[in-house]
């Protein structure tokens, strides 16, 4: 991949979790402390309840760190973007149709303005195409906002009250 092409998204100081087929991935928690992943965290829940597997049940909560390190985010372009989400996510955020019919988590990641489409090709998986490029910590924020906004809609949905 061309030195261009990768600063286009590359994050200063912070190396791809993993390289292959000309596609770079971030793990969510190697970006943790980058400004932009912060502020996302900040505005997020403190902890996300489990509102699919054990409803409300506060010791099954991830905490953020937990909820972080349960995304990653890949790219190849920088406008192209793979979100992947780790199995323990689907407690937090029904990623089928499981609990409610309508995919809300993609409906929230169609509604951020920095996104020009957005599909769920797979159970775990959203493929997010932007209206620019963005770097992987900008691309994680987005993420982080998206899934607060999916989680707080579905708390909200099933009468659970969420941890704050």
Request: with cysteine.
């Given at each position: 991949?061309?030195?261009?092409?990768?600063?286009?998204y590359?994050?200063?100081?912070?190396?791809?979790?993993?390289?292959?087929?000309?596609?770079?991935?971030?793990?969510?928690?190697?970006?943790?402390?980058?400004?932009?992943?912060?502020?996302?965290?900040?505005r997020?829940?403190?902890?996300?309840?489990?509102?699919?597997?054990?409803?409300?049940?506060?010791?099954?909560?991830?905490?953020?760190?937990?909820?972080?390190?349960?995304?990653?985010?890949?790219?190849?372009?920088?406008?192209?973007?793979?979100?992947?989400?780790?199995?323990?996510?689907?407690?937090?955020?029904?990623?089928?149709?499981?609990?409610?019919?309508?995919?809300?988590?993609?409906?929230?990641?169609?509604?951020?303005?920095?996104?020009?489409?957005?599909?769920?090709?797979?159970?775990?998986?959203?493929?997010?195409?932007?209206?620019?490029?963005?770097?992987?910590?900008?691309?994680?924020?987005?993420?982080?906002?998206?899934?607060?906004?999916a989680?707080?809609?579905?708390?909200?949905?099933?009468?659970?009250?969420?941890?704050?």
């Amino acid at each position: 991949m061309s030195w261009f092409r990768r600063r286009r998204y590359s994050v200063p100081g912070v190396s791809p979790s993993s390289s292959h087929n000309g596609w770079d991935e971030y793990d969510g928690s190697r970006l943790a402390g980058r400004p932009a992943v912060a502020s996302a965290l900040e505005r997020a829940p403190r902890r996300f309840a489990d509102l699919v597997s054990s409803p409300g049940d506060p010791e099954m909560a991830l905490s953020r760190e937990e909820f972080l390190a349960g995304v990653t985010v890949g790219t190849a372009d920088g406008s192209s973007w793979t979100v992947s989400l780790a199995e323990e996510l689907k407690a937090v955020v029904d990623t089928g149709p499981d609990v409610v019919d309508e995919d809300i988590l993609l409906a929230a990641l169609s509604g951020r303005p920095e996104v020009s489409e957005a599909q769920h090709p797979d159970r775990e998986v959203f493929e997010v195409a932007l209206a620019r490029p963005l770097r992987a910590d900008e691309v994680l924020a987005l993420v982080v906002d998206a899934l607060s906004a999916a989680h707080r809609q579905l708390a909200q949905h099933l009468c659970i009250e969420p941890p704050t």
